[in-house]
């Protein structure tokens, strides 16, 4: 249903994505510089004050891209929250006016992340050639865990956006809530930090699983921790079909609410 609902729109999906980049950096004098901006300026502010005050450990690896390779996802996927939870609410005259699957309005949030995503890429590519890492056969890795990645925003991102529409505070909170989850993943410091009695736990969240599976298959040249990234597959699937649920359920009463 999900996949017919996009195909069937593909169109409108194209359109609303191509808004949300257009508006994001309209009337901007830096434009698009915005997508490489926000992940370097983090690497550099991280690199100072947890390899050079704190010393936080990075596992033989050169922090600056210890810490990108890590901030890289994680951007794309509170970018995409941030514009996802907010993609009603930003929209009432189009949900007012006509019907279509409201779910374009979160995914086509997150494909415009996406595109930052792929901008700043670039800079971690020039990175990786300048800190010499190889890179091995695992790398092929990336394409599942990113697209498990991009189905696990989708499904925060719906979720969030359904219950922004009858409850406010879920944007308002939104800032407090990333800020608190990203010192919940291996961004600043790697999972072997973690008590190993608590690292099962620690794999709940998803996102510790996907980044760690990140820095494993591209700088490590390993094979990404198979029980991690099994946990988040398993709560990614049931995310997507709960939230998906709900926001279906709900779907017919956002343009009265809203």
Wanted: a positive charge.
């Amino acid at each position: 249903m999900f996949i017919k609902n996009l195909y069937i729109n593909r169109e409108l999906l194209l359109q609303l994505t191509l808004r949300q980049i257009k508006s994001r950096y309209k009337q901007s004098v830096l434009g698009v510089s915005w997508a490489l901006i926000r992940p370097f300026g983090m690497m550099i502010v991280f690199t100072i004050i947890f390899s050079k005050f704190v010393k936080v450990p990075s596992d033989g690896i050169p922090y600056p891209i210890f810490s990108y390779c890590a901030l890289l996802p994680w951007t794309f996927f509170s970018t995409s929250l941030n514009t996802g939870i907010n993609s009603m609410t930003s929209s009432v005259n189009l949900i007012q006016q006509i019907y279509f699957p409201r779910e374009i309005f979160p995914l086509s949030a997150v494909m415009a992340s996406f595109v930052d995503f792929g901008i700043a890429s670039g800079i971690f590519v020039c990175l990786m050639i300048f800190y010499k890492i190889q890179i091995s056969l695992y790398i092929l890795w990336i394409i599942p865990i990113l697209l498990l990645q991009i189905v696990f925003t989708i499904a925060v991102s719906m979720l969030g956006a359904a219950l922004n529409v009858f409850y406010r505070d879920i944007g308002q909170a939104l800032v407090f809530i990333t800020q608190l989850w990203m010192y919940a993943c291996p961004i600043i410091y790697p999972v072997s930090v973690v008590p190993e009695g608590y690292r099962r736990l620690y794999a709940l969240n998803p996102m510790a699983g996907i980044i760690d599976g990140y820095r494993n298959v591209i700088i490590h040249g390993i094979a990404p921790n198979w029980e991690y990234l099994l946990i988040s597959f398993v709560i990614t699937i049931l995310t997507f079909f709960c939230s998906y649920k709900i926001f279906k359920r709900l779907e017919m009463r956002f343009a009265d609410v809203i």
